[in-house]
């Protein structure tokens, strides 16, 4: 839809406590908005942070909420037909949004978008971009789908020239199930990897694949496509492009290759080589060879805007990461509990790999909770089992909402618990979030290391852990 900016005052947010929805609603604000919303969900982070910036937030949703319209509504992704007040706001005609569409028509439209997309990665590589050119002093909006510790802010307005986007290929809402990223208008591109994900709007990989080939079209001649030329199926999709492409990843085929990767007690150095270019030698605050590749992105898109070597080191000397991505809650008693936000195999494994890298001869004891809608059916089942080969021990819990997903589907845990103690690896499931942690702190000993993943709050059971070891 096309706005009249001008002509608004009152906005209102269906579903306002979501993190992007939050950091928009609060932008808006700060922009001289009238901004109100309503969420069922009531909760910090995110409602401390709305309460902090004066946005009133209602309680459930309710038509009454909606008596006097609003000039504008913005309705979340989470919500759908059925809503009290989406029902109110088409039964009255009132004007209204999607998220991302706000996204693109208030924030970024006017700026050079840069978009960051595939099935992992896109969150600490989104940030790293952005510190990137925040430390070249190009200071660039952003939208990313975490909270990155430099900035302490999940969204930020453009100062520069420049909006960097996290592009989510998930649904953008009940009346429009493109993926979000159509509505992004990227004339740079970054594709980290594709792989099969969120099985709940999408049929298989080909459909997936089908996704990102009409993202490509979206990519202008005169921007750039910067892409894994490790992944297969990234380079299946790049036959699609229209613009010029620079691939990246360990291979020599690839337009720029890292090489001489090693580990050291601060995170990981690797040499980059980029025929025309030179070679670079890097070093991140980060572990793990997928780093790595975030990181390469990230700085061949640094770098094709003109951000020197130098100034991209140090950005990588001051990166603090994102929360929830390998984050050290806390340390109690010489018991070291991590938080990540895994829950795809090829995450969990690279996610253990990556922590196995930064404590080489302590125990790892990794701890998944399937939560997402693709981690709680059986689709990646068996790839699960791989995935925990650098763990020491396996705690799992059972499905997330297990009573909604028939047994045909649903995730076998005590199949998976089987099959690794078959592998000799020492493994356990839980139906009680209690029992697990009383089963940790048993069994737990000084120099071991927590590794909990999860995509949702796993019912705070890192601050259980804390204040109990």
């Known amino acids: 839809m096309t706005l009249s900016k001008s002509s608004l005052n009152h906005i209102y947010f269906i579903g306002i406590c979501g993190t ?6 609060v932008l808006l604000k700060k922009r001289g908005f009238h901004v109100t919303g309503s969420d069922q969900n009531i909760y910090p982070p995110m409602s401390t942070f709305l309460e902090m ?10 038509e009454v909420h909606l008596e006097t319209p609003p000039d504008l509504v913005v309705i979340g992704n989470a919500v759908s037909r059925g809503n009290p007040e989406v029902e109110k706001v088409l039964d009255s005609g009132m004007s209204f949004i999607s998220m991302a569409e706000l996204l693109r028509d208030f924030f970024i439209r006017g700026n050079t978008s840069l978009v960051v997309t595939g099935t992992h990665g896109k969150t600490t590589t989104s940030s790293i971009l952005a510190w990137i050119f925040e430390c070249a002093g190009k200071d660039p909006g952003f939208m990313i789908g975490g909270v990155p510790e430099n900035f302490g802010t999940s969204c930020r307005e453009s100062g520069g020239d420049f909006f960097i986007t996290e592009g989510d290929e998930y649904d953008t809402v009940f009346f429009d199930k493109r993926s979000k990223f159509f509505h992004y208008q990227p004339q740079q591109l970054l594709i980290n990897n594709i792989e099969f994900d969120h099985a709940d709007i999408f049929n298989s990989l080909e459909d997936i694949l089908r996704a990102f080939r009409l993202l490509l079209r979206l990519v202008p001649r005169n921007g750039v496509i910067v892409a894994n030329g490790d992944d297969k199926n990234v380079m299946n999709v790049l036959a699609s492009a229209y613009s010029p ?23 990981t150095s690797f040499q980059l080589n980029w025929p025309g270019q030179g070679e670079f030698d890097f070093h991140i605050p980060l572990f793990g060879e997928y780093n790595v590749r975030n990181a390469m992105g990230a700085l061949i898109v640094g770098m094709h805007n003109g951000i020197t070597a130098s100034q991209i080191q140090n950005a990588f000397d001051q990166f603090s990461n994102v929360k929830r991505r390998q984050e050290l809650r806390g340390i109690r008693n010489g018991i070291y509990v991590y938080d990540d936000f895994a829950h795809h195999p090829t995450a969990v ?37 791989l995935a925990f080969e650098k763990a020491d021990e396996v705690l799992l819990t ?7 997903i028939s047994p045909g589907e649903r995730l076998d845990v005590e199949s998976v618990v089987s099959q690794l103690k078959l592998q000799g690896k020492p493994t356990a499931s839980f139906k009680e979030t209690s029992d ?8 737990a000993q000084t120099g071991d290391v927590i590794l909990i993943m999860s995509n949702g709050k796993f019912d705070n059971i890192h601050q259980a852990l804390l204040d109990q070891l």
């Open 20 to 25: 992007a929805m939050a950091s928009l609603a």
């Open 53 to 62: 910036h004066e946005i009133t937030i209602l309680n459930g949703f309710k």
């Open 245 to 267: 492409i620079i691939t990246f990843g360990f291979d020599d085929s690839c337009d720029v290759a890292a090489g001489r990767i090693q580990t050291t007690p601060e995170g």
């Open 349 to 385: 494994r690279e996610t253990i790999a990556a922590i196995r890298q930064k404590h080489p001869d302590q125990r790892i004891f990794a701890v998944f909770e399937p939560r997402s809608n693709t981690s709680v059916l059986n689709i990646h089942q068996s790839s699960l089992v």
């Open 398 to 404: 059972y499905p997330h909402r297990m009573e909604k």
């Open 436 to 443: 697990l942690v009383q089963y940790l702190i048993q069994h």
